[in-house]
């Protein structure tokens, strides 16, 4: 049974830190993507970042130069460095993983963070 087990979310003020981690139940080297989604109340998931096999990075703008997405194949975690927060960063943050071959969808289960003063 394979299985992401996210934590770190919690409650940070603005312009603080948080620093999210997933763990992969399998070998990260079957993986092709890792990425992490967010969804805030009342609006759709979204992609926050994301991170392929060849190290490759995507971020949406909003959180370019304030998070950092990376992998240890290694332990199989993929971790997203939140930096900067802000209030609009507040949202249940998912892990995912996609394999190609065979094709599979993996989520976590989500953590909330909170960005409050």
């Known amino acids: 049974q394979v299985q992401l087990v996210e934590s770190g979310g919690g409650l940070a003020q603005p312009g603080g830190s948080l620093r999210l981690s997933c763990k992969f139940s399998g070998s990260i080297f079957t993986i092709n993507v890792m990425g992490w989604y967010r969804q805030a109340p009342g609006k759709e998931r979204e992609l926050v970042a994301r991170?392929?096999?060849?190290?490759?990075?995507t971020y949406k703008d909003s959180v370019k130069g304030r998070f950092t997405i990376s992998r240890d194949a290694a332990t199989s975690t993929v971790y997203l460095q939140m930096n900067s927060l802000k209030p609009e960063d507040t949202a249940v943050y998912y892990c995912n993983a996609v394999r190609t071959l065979p094709p599979s969808l993996y989520w976590g289960q989500g953590t909330q963070v909170t960005v409050s003063s």
């Open positions: 991170i392929t096999s060849g190290g490759s990075e």
